[in-house]
């Protein structure tokens, strides 16, 4: 494969002439609309007669929620290892709580692709917000937490789910051990079981790093007790923050040489971010929120104000500024050369794999991408 930088007075035509490609592979594999009009600075993925290069086998593993499209899901199964279906919750007496809307089609769609299903925990409160106080409540009572355990693997062996990932946030410091000692016990339990745990780590770039995010996950306590972790190497551009990359590579890059001193790097999947986000400005701390956006959304955006689309070298991400309706925007997103520059940290330090969030839109040429440089377990 070959990534092209769409230039001034570029054609999807003329680029496929200049390398001797269909130019129907161009339009699928970018998800080009109709007329097939181009953004300067668009990333282009397009399928070469090169020599294959070699390839190391990854684990792959996206979330997704049960009102996912469709045809969306499947044309996205063929790259994935592991799906992960967003979510089951629980209260403090160990009751699960299953999804609001069924997620047994997912399964089913998952094991027809050779894929495992994998249930996610979390600890979710009435109005859909990570609770630390039921993350609290569990795991220090034996008699909830014991429950809980118990009711998963009922629920896993009658859907049909072949793991679990236990994606908990803002864990209080004080709940820490109690915290890596239920993962423990829930990885023993599963693993006797032929289930296998992954939990989901905050980014950390040190033992000793302050804040909510981090001073509940002990990344070499979690890594010694679960199967795998994920690196939730996301949301630095976030909602409520300052335009920036959601991913920069810099900033993911300082996690991952940090989680390597911890972890096993066969334990360990890189987190990656399937969308992007759409800030108003001038930014107002406090007030200014960003509109999530898909990646191939974006750049179809880009083209309809005629916005150039320019490539931070540092964070190695996209972006661009348009105006609607008198109001300047920037919009910061993924394409192929800042997947391309995950997938160079994955190979680097010989990860485990990746983890997408989340997989609600499709990006193709992300998977023919993926599928180009790695092979899918």
Known sequence: MTIYVVQPNDTVDAIAESYQVPVDNIIYINQLAYPYALAIGQALLIPTA????????????????????????????????????????????????????????????AAGMGVNAILTLTPMDEEGRFSNILIHQMVNDEAAKSALIQNLLVTMGEKGYQGIDVDFEYILAEDRDAFTAFVAELTEIMNANGYETSVALAPKTSSTQRGLLYEGKDYRGLGAAANSVLLMTYEWGYTYGPPMAVAPIDKVREVVEYAVTEIPVDKINLGIPNYGYDWPLPFEKGVTKASTIGNVQAVQLAIEYGAVIN??????????????????????????????????????????????????????????LLDNEFIIE
């Open 50 to 109: 090169d020599e294959e290069q070699e390839r190391r086998s990854v684990v792959t593993n996206g979330y997704a929620y049960p009102f996912i499209n469709q045809g969306v899901l499947e044309s996205t199964l063929p790259y994935l290892t592991n799906l992960s279906i967003f979510s089951y919750g629980f209260t403090g007496q160990g009751e699960l709580i299953p999804p609001a809307l069924n997620d047994t089609w997912m399964i089913e769609a």
């Open 311 to 368: 490539f931070d070298e540092t964070a190695q991400s996209p972006y661009f500024h348009y105006i609607e309706n008198g109001v300047e925007h920037e919009v910061w997103f993924e394409d192929v050369r800042s997947m391309q520059a995950k997938f160079d940290l994955v190979k680097e330090f010989s990860l485990r794999g990746m983890g997408y969030w989340q997989l609600m839109r499709l990006f193709l040429a992300n998977w023919v």
